[in-house]
C-alpha cells in the first residue's frame, strides 16, 4: 500500500483541495481495489461496512491502545476549548451541507464527520496535539477502483511538530499500510470477491 505523491492527489476532482485550503497535507495514500462491476460509490462500500472499511491488526490495536493511554495519562486527548470554533465544519458551505449524506459532527470512532459525498469523505480529530483530518476518496478506474487516505494536519501547538514526527514512522511503516491493507480485504469480503 503505497505513498504516493501528492500531485497525483491533488488532480483528482474532489472537494478537499478548496475546503482544507491552508491546512498542510501531510500524506497520501492509495490501495488498488478489484473492479467487479462498475458504478461502486465510497457511500455504498461504507454503508455495506457500516461505515468501518478499516479493520485494525492486533498490533495497530496495540498501538493505538498504547497511544490511547499514554494521551490520558498526559491529558493530550482533551478537546481544546475553542475546538467548537476551529473545526472544520465551520467551512462548510450550504452546497456542502445539501450534499453531505451524513451531519457534520457525527462521531466516527475517535474522529467528527465532517462532510460525506458519494465518493469523498473528511473526518477529523482535534485534541492538544494536531487537528488532523483525513480523507477517504474512491474514484474507479478503467480497471479497478481507487480508494486514497489523505492526511492533513494543522499545529494547535508547539507540541504538533514534535508530535507528528514521533508517530510518523508507526504511521507510515505500521499503520497505514495495515489498514489499507484491511480496506482491500473488506472491500473483497464486501463484494464477494475471492
Known sequence: MPRIATQEFEQLP???????????????????LPRMRSGITLNEFLRAT???????S???RALLTIRLFVGRLLGWDRELDSTA?????????PADLSKSLAPAGT?????RIVYRFENEQLLELINRTAHAAALSALVETANAYRFYLGVYVRSVSHVTPVYMALIDPFRRWIVYPS????VRTTWNHTFGIP
Open 179 to 182: 489498514l489499507l491493507h484491511s
Open 14 to 32: 474532489l472537494r478537499v483541495h478548496d475546503f482544507l485550503t491552508g491546512v498542510p497535507l501531510h500524506d497520501v495514500w492509495v490501495v488498488d
Open 58 to 60: 492486533p498490533v495497530v
Open 50 to 56: 457500516g461505515a468501518h472499511p478499516f479493520t485494525p
Open 85 to 93: 470554533r476551529d473545526t472544520f465544519a465551520t467551512r462548510l458551505t
Open 107 to 111: 462521531r466516527e470512532g475517535l474522529f
